[in-house]
DNA sequence: CTGAAAGCGCTTACAG
DNA sequence: CTGAAAGCGCTTACAG
């Protein structure tokens, strides 16, 4: 690696180290003249200042870290995607984690994204808040939460209010009169894996439906669980008539299932997923969502980092999530079709 | 943001900074004391060293960049999954950069990277290589092309040999007599657009295939351009009884044009897509793919790279890729399907 | 407006 | 095995 370093461009310039530096960064301090001969140098030689060199100077180095928790989750390859394009706005440039669902996976992600001296971080976390999390609060490392949160981490955050989606779709398929409602959890470890079940819990109730406890079936946020889930919902003895998915993967692991096992998705079967994917429209029929923007999720989350990168203590933003029916659960349950389900 | 650094520890150890600095980086020449001590300070302090100082010193980052053409597509999620997966295993860490299919977002990355002195650059590349693709070469900095090349410039690189897999795809429509077969090609601007589109063209003339020229629409490698690719063909006076689509984005756009425009797949139009998505399995009727491995481009990469830190000139590494057959395109052509297609 | 110099937090020969 | 010291490439008061 050929090396050029301020040092090299003064040189070439004919001015002073400072004096190129203060060219480099602005400063107005500097005569057009000086300015001209830099900028020259600069370009002539390919100059790229080293960012470590400058960071460990003035204390910035204009980099947020992003720990998702799982980025072939489409929901969190766009939130990347969108927390990205926001942070580019601002002059910042994301450093990606990937916890693959894996308190260990992110807390060695985070003590990296500590020692490369971030800025600030933005986190969809795992677990209890009893590893990394903990050297984040300690040294003050300006962090907000993401998608989830940790109880008792006092942190800003922007999450999605999944309960109001969640009623909405229970309330949607009792319309249909279906009485016997799936549902496919996440994790009770995790925020939101918690606060949709709560939903579920209490939509079921308010609506008078079933609350036989075998129709809830707890997975992991991940695809296979999702098949699994739907394995063991359809072998109950009476099996629910439709079933609500807690995330996109889990709903994309009931949907193989589905169709391994040859049950028609909104014909023998309603189905609603947690989380729009943009592909989800494309199935068919098409499935029913529980929407959310991840969109405003990922701008939001860098404005709420910024500011509390500025010493400011931002309010948590929650943002709404809404039905969005779909084919996958528009044909009312027929009569009788519960006990059609073929059991394999 | 409290700042713990290794003169604290030091202190806390009673040792000199030189010591502590040892034991940290694991050199031999210290005693099993300063060792318990220093680990005890270490714990104690919580203390994360400074990556940007130790870079500084040692011209070693522990950092690969990372440039993906589109984090959205889900090609380049599991690329950048199986990428990551790699580089941790090997102990470095990934930034990774979203081009957006931009060549100036790439430019920008780019520089941005060069200044973070990451050890080496794994890059999906855009453009003709005039922009900051010249610095990396320039700089000397370890450089591999992953999935795409750009011509005359000399880079290791792993890409999919993908005219195999299409020539498979027209083989196996030809054989379903399909005789007008369209094609929603990438880019020709990119490695993988032009390599897919002259697969296509030879295949074509090969089985003696129709060669009209009006079957052949050029996209982006986006799915919107999928979308009006099938428009444009099903618009022609003699539209194509199969489809073929260069890139996964564009098959989506392509299915949901279909879909729009009540055109069956598998029944009224084959279709079969490059790149092998998890859900394109799910769709129904399945899509037929040619599929070629994510992860072993991803770990092939990393460990090209390293090669290439490590001062050796690895031989580009090319992978196969297959077509695997599903319902989209496993009904033979039905006789006069071709005037039943409706446009509208 | 400019130059000389200190210092950010580390690592690494150099003596001992 | 250990300490003192130089130096990585920048930025930033401090004088002038």
């Given amino acids: 690696m050929t090396t050029v370093t301020i040092k090299d461009v003064a040189a070439a310039a004919g001015v002073s180290v400072g004096t190129a530096s203060r060219v480099l960064s602005g400063n107005p301090a500097t005569s057009a003249a000086s300015r001209e001969r830099v900028a020259a140098a600069v370009e002539r030689l390919d100059f790229h200042p080293n960012a470590q060199a400058r960071s460990l100077r003035s204390a910035r180095t204009h980099t947020i870290g992003l720990l998702v928790s799982d980025v072939r989750n ?139 406890p075998s129709l809830v079936y707890f997975g992991d946020f991940q695809a296979a669980s999702g098949s699994s889930g739907v394995d063991a ?38 189905l609603v997923a947690f989380d729009d994917i943009e592909w989800f429209a494309l199935l068919n029929p098409a499935l029913s969502v529980i929407s959310h923007s991840v969109e405003n999720m990922g701008r939001a989350a860098v404005e709420l980092l910024l500011q509390v990168i500025d010493g400011g203590t931002p309010e948590s933003v929650v943002l709404p999530s809404e039905l969005i029916v779909r084919a996958s659960s528009s044909t009312p349950n027929p009569a009788g079709s519960v006990s059609s389900l073929r059991k394999n």
């Fill in 233 to 270: 919902l359809l072998r109950l003895d009476q099996p629910p008539t439709a079933i609500l998915a807690a995330d996109s993967p889990m709903a994309v692991g009931a949907v193989a299932m589905l169709h391994r096992m040859d049950v028609r998705i909104g014909a023998d079967i309603a």
């Fill in 74 to 212: 489409p929901f969190f390859a766009d939130l990347a995607h969108s927390v990205e394009q926001a942070a580019l706005a601002h002059g910042y440039v994301i450093l990606l984690g990937n916890a693959n669902e894996r308190e260990d996976q992110q807390d060695r992600y985070l003590n990296t994204l500590i020692s490369q001296r971030v800025d600030g971080i933005i986190v969809a976390p795992q677990g209890d808040g009893s590893g990394a999390i903990r050297s984040l609060l300690n040294r003050r490392i300006p962090t907000i939460f993401v998608d989830r949160t940790v109880e008792g981490i006092n942190l800003p955050s922007v999450t999605t209010d999944s309960g109001h989606g969640i009623r909405q779709a229970v309330e949607h398929l009792a319309g249909q009169s279906h009485t016997r409602i799936g549902y496919i959890a996440g994790p009770q470890t995790i925020s939101t894996g918690r606060e949709r079940f709560t939903a579920y819990t209490k939509a079921v109730a308010d609506n008078f439906l079933s609350q036989d």
